[in-house]
């Protein structure tokens, strides 16, 4: 591989709707690397993640760097290939009587319904990715009948079955009650074992596990720390992060957040 980084930005600004969504992003993502976006509601996450998509266009000047996979141009079709994105949004898109194995399959092909002329090679290959992802049991199941926890590794699953280099994860437990959360959680923890670049947005301090090597934080559009976990999780970052005197600690892998003083 001539580059170690599939994503490189400089001085890069972004406009939806005339409003600036990016501002002067400085930012380079490593292969190999499993990289966590974190900060609060309107910080420029998920703007972020639309440029990366392509949904959102970069402003281009003088001085400016922007490649994905070491390319100024790439072909949507070829970016879709490469990287796949899960979301709460998709779950609008699919039928409630659609089956968990009928599902995962359809990411083959890019929808989200049954596809009837599957091959014994589309089969193998659902197989094998529902057996490392411990989900066999959940195959028949409509996925109308899935626990929200369920449905979200699911869709994972889906998002996986064209083996993509990068798999973004946005806001990948919201919504979901405490014990969907953790089995989420532990399931997202798994995924490192296939290979695929994991780059997960988060305004929940209890996402950061021990998986990611790089967490960074968004506020105002722009991004503010950039490190290791041990370099970049402190109670004196969160705090200006989130505008509010917190206290952050570790424990058994998991990152937990207090209240200093009550706000009045």
Not at 77 to 93: A, C, F, G, P, Q
Not at 201 to 220: F, G
Request: overall charge positive; charged content about 30%; hydrophobic content about 40%.
């Amino acid at each position: 591989m001539n580059n170690d980084y599939w994503f490189e930005a400089k001085n890069i600004s972004s406009y939806k709707n005339e409003y600036e969504v990016v501002k002067d992003l400085d930012l380079k993502l490593k292969y190999r690397e499993h990289v966590i976006f974190i900060g609060p509601n309107g910080s420029g996450k998920s703007s972020l993640i639309e440029l990366i998509n392509r949904n959102i266009y970069p402003v281009i000047k003088k001085d400016t760097v922007f490649k994905i996979f070491n390319k100024e141009l790439i072909d949507i079709w070829e970016l879709r290939k490469k990287i796949s994105t899960v979301n709460y949004d998709v779950r609008t898109r699919i039928n409630a009587k659609l089956k968990v194995i009928d599902l995962i399959i359809s990411g083959i092909y890019g929808k989200y319904c049954k596809h009837y002329h599957k091959s014994e090679k589309d089969i193998a290959l659902a197989e094998n990715l529902i057996s490392k992802m411990f989900i066999k049991k959940l195959t028949q199941k409509y996925f109308s009948h899935l626990s929200e926890g369920e449905k979200q590794i699911v869709l994972i699953a889906r998002a996986l079955i064209k083996k993509p280099e990068i798999l973004i994860l946005d806001e990948p437990i919201a919504n979901l009650d405490l014990r969907s959360k953790y089995y989420v959680l532990d399931q997202i923890n798994e995924l490192t074992n296939l290979n695929t670049n994991i780059i997960c947005i988060t305004h929940d301090i209890s996402m950061i596990t021990e998986i990611y090597n790089r967490v960074i934080m968004l506020k105002d559009r722009a991004i503010i720390v950039d490190g290791k976990q041990s370099e970049t999780i402190n109670s004196k970052n969160l705090s200006n992060l989130f505008d509010i005197n917190i206290d952050v600690i570790q424990q058994k892998g998991y990152w937990h957040v207090y209240r200093k003083t009550k706000e009045l």
